[in-house]
Each structure stands twice: as C-alpha cells, then as structure tokens.
C-alpha cells in the first residue's frame, strides 16, 4: 500500500527555515490530498496544510503566511517551506496521504522540528 517517508526537520533557531519533504511510494500518487500535521508534547496532533492534487491548498491561521506547502505528482513528494519559524512550531510533523476514493488517511512516521529561542 501506501508507505510515506518524512525528512527535512532538525534543530534551527527562532526566525530560521526549514524545508520538509515526504516520499510516497507504494500507490499512484496523484490520486491523494497530501497533508502535514504535528504534535507537540502535550498536545492533540494538529492540522497544518492541504494540498489537493489539482494544487488547491488550505493552512491553519497559526502557520499562514510562513508555512508553504507544494507537491510534485512526478517525484512522488510533497513539501513543506517554513519559514520565520516559531518556538511555538516545535513539535513532530508527520505527512498524511488522504485517498480521493474513500478518504482513507496513510501517515508517515514524522520528522522532529525544533526551535530555539
């Protein structure tokens, strides 16, 4: 089935950058929203953008204007370009594939994002 793997996060200071990415294979990757979520500790795993596969996306209020998220439908990959990063943005992203059939949800393993004051 689906598999999907993050990578990009690390440790980075407040008003820094950083790009994410998430490989799927296993499945036609066009056929899925893609999405990122994260989890800080102590907290309910969040949503933080959409990306249909026609481009339509969607953020939530806490990350617009600094997170982008974009897709490539030929490499099989899904980014996440954050910028003028937040303390308050630590926490473990994770990719979620959302399947346009019967919206069964595939996550990846996550990917931790740090950062510092």
């Known amino acids: 089935q689906v598999q999907l793997v993050e990578s990009g996060g690390g440790l980075v200071q407040a008003g820094g950058s950083l790009r994410l990415a998430c490989a799927a294979s296993g499945s036609i990757f066009s056929i899925y929203t893609m999405g990122w979520y994260r989890q800080a500790p102590g907290k309910q795993r969040e949503l933080v953008t959409t990306?249909?596969?026609?481009?339509?996306?969607n953020y939530a209020d806490s990350v617009k204007g600094r997170f982008t998220v974009s897709r490539d439908n030929a490499k099989n990959t899904v980014y996440l370009q954050m910028n003028s990063l937040k303390p308050e943005d630590t926490a473990v992203y994770y990719c979620?594939?959302?399947?346009?059939?019967?919206?069964?949800?595939?996550w990846g393993q996550g990917t931790q994002v740090t950062v510092s004051s």
């Open positions: 979620n594939a959302k399947r346009l059939i019967d919206e069964y949800n595939y």
């Open positions: 990306i249909t596969r026609g481009g339509s996306t």
